[in-house]
């Protein structure tokens, strides 16, 4: 199967790309201890990211966030657990900063189809667990960087992400990709209740519309 199709890719502009940077699998480094990732992060291309994680405990919707490395985007800090659908810093007006051997395997396992049917030909849940064994480290970078835990730093992330979907225009955004989005909102909106009224909050005072109107 054809990974690379520079052809299909210039011509599509880099859809993908201005969706976000693209994940980064474990088997892209050979080392992962708290210092070789420390360096990676101050390289400036790579951020940690959060995979938002649900579950129900004790009756509610609960999300919690499990950590990966990612290409960093556009105006995003090393620390960027959610960023609403914002560019990749390592695209460029060629494209792709990195040359095909040494871009993020996300990126290279985006499998280039035309009219931006692009799929992928891994399974995204096996990557992830990949990365279990690394949560530690990433957690304590979460901290050494931004002064707050990981949980702290989501929460924050959240109302952030919610409070972007009211802000911005949403056409760019294919109609598989904006219900996968809706579908997440709406589930954040239920596992985080106080975030929601702070997002809705910031939303009212600078006059925005409101998508959704949580329950009191
Ligand atoms: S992989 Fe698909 S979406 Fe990304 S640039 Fe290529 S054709 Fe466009
Ligand atoms: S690292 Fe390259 S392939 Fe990945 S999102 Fe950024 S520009 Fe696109």
């Not at 976000?20 to 070789?36: I, P, R, W």
């Not at 035309?114 to 992928?120: E, G, L, M």
């Not at 891994?122 to 480290?137: G, L, T």
Request: proline share 5%; aromatic share 10%; hydrophobic share 35%.
């Amino acid at each position: 199967m054809e990974l690379e199709n520079k052809e299909l890719c210039k011509k599509c502009g880099g859809h993908c790309c201005q969706m976000g940077g693209c994940e980064y699998f474990v088997s892209d480094f050979t080392d992962l201890s708290f210092k070789a990732l420390d360096s990676i992060l101050k390289e400036g291309r790579v951020c940690i990211s959060a995979i938002p994680q649900f579950g129900i405990v004790n009756r509610k919707i609960i999300c919690t966030p499990f950590l990966t490395l990612r290409a960093r985007n556009i105006g995003r800090d090393v620390i960027d657990l959610l960023s609403f659908e914002t560019q990749c810093a390592s695209l460029t007006k060629d494209g792709c900063f990195y040359d095909f051997e040494h871009r993020p395997s996300g990126g290279k396992h985006l499998i280039p189809r035309p009219n931006k049917k692009c799929s992928i030909d891994y399974d995204p849940k096996e990557k992830m667990k990949e990365w279990m064994p690394y949560q530690n480290a990433l957690r304590k970078l979460v901290k050494k960087y931004t002064g707050k835990s990981a949980e702290v730093k989501f929460k924050e992330d959240i109302i952030d992400f919610i409070y972007t979907f009211s802000t911005i225009p949403l056409d760019n955004i294919s109609a598989d990709r904006l219900s996968k989005l809706k579908e997440l909102i709406e589930h954040l909106l239920l596992s985080n209740p106080d975030e929601t009224k702070a997002a809705f909050a910031r939303l009212k005072q600078e006059n925005h519309k409101l998508i959704y109107t949580p329950e009191e």
